[in-house]
């Protein structure tokens, strides 16, 4: 079965950092672009960043650009998010998934999410 | 920054047809994807590259393209279909794509 599971996720002050993470499972972890996605409360979508198969490749959304770091290992068949210098409008639960065709393919399947408060 | 627009809520009455549009302008030169999200859970693609259906989706849920506008139609809708639409797509200007997601769209069954 494909799974994806992150964690990581808690409360922050602003200002601060938080490193989440998704472990894959049950496919070739290192042949798919990978992306987060982050949902606000009671708000939409909102793709966050994306990054090749062997890592050499990623962008971000202008909003978190120098401030999200995204990266993978594929020996540990892994994607992690570094936040850093967090602000509350980014306060969301966080999905990781697995981007389909390319990198601006399809996302299937989701993780269960992870949430980050920003609050001080 | 590129944008895909959806109407905010569609409404209507067990049996009937939804349409979900979503305009942008590179859609023309970009495929559309459409997800289903119900409360608490994570988005489940329900159309993908524009018209395709995955395996497990059921027939009822359809895609089509016309010039800057994708449309979701679910033909004969049941209760279960009430959930929050969202559009996918990317941005297919500048020097390294976006991804992009449309707004979402609250579709009631009445």
């Known amino acids: 079965e494909v799974q994806l599971v992150e964690s990581g996720g808690g409360l922050v002050q602003p200002g601060g950092s938080l490193s989440l993470s998704c472990a894959a499972s049950?496919?070739?972890?290192?042949?798919?672009?990978m992306t987060w996605v982050r949902q606000a409360p009671g708000k939409g979508l909102e793709w966050v960043a994306h990054?090749?198969?062997?890592?050499?490749?990623?962008n971000s959304v202008g909003s978190v650009k120098g401030r999200f770091t995204i990266s993978r290992d594929n020996a540990k068949n892994s994607l992690y998010l570094q936040m850093n210098n967090l602000r509350v409008e980014d306060t969301a639960v966080y999905f990781c998934?697995?981007?389909?065709?390319?990198?601006?393919?399809?996302?299937?399947?989701w993780g269960q999410g992870t949430l980050v408060t920003v609050s001080s | 920054s590129y944008e895909l627009t959806q109407p905010p809520s569609v409404s209507v009455s067990p049996g009937q047809t939804a349409r979900i549009p979503c305009s942008g302008d590179?859609?023309?030169?970009?495929?559309a994807y459409w997800y289903q999200q119900k409360p608490g859970q994570a988005p489940v693609v329900v159309i993908y590259?524009?018209?395709e259906r995955p395996s497990g989706i059921p027939e009822r849920f359809s895609g089509s393209s016309s010039g800057t506008t994708v449309t979701l139609t679910i033909s004969g809708v049941q209760a279960e279909d009430e959930a929050d639409y969202y559009c996918?797509?990317?941005?297919?200007?500048?020097?390294?794509?976006?991804?992009?997601f449309g707004g979402g769209t609250k579709l009631t069954v009445l």
């Open positions: 049950g496919f070739t972890f290192s042949n798919y672009w």
């Open positions: 990054i090749n198969q062997d890592g050499s490749k990623s």
């Open positions: 996918q797509s990317a941005d297919s200007s500048g020097s390294y794509r976006d991804v992009v």
């Open positions: 590259k524009d018209t």
């Open positions: 590179a859609l023309p030169k970009q495929y």
């Open positions: 998934s697995r981007s389909n065709y390319d990198g601006f393919g399809w996302f299937a399947p």
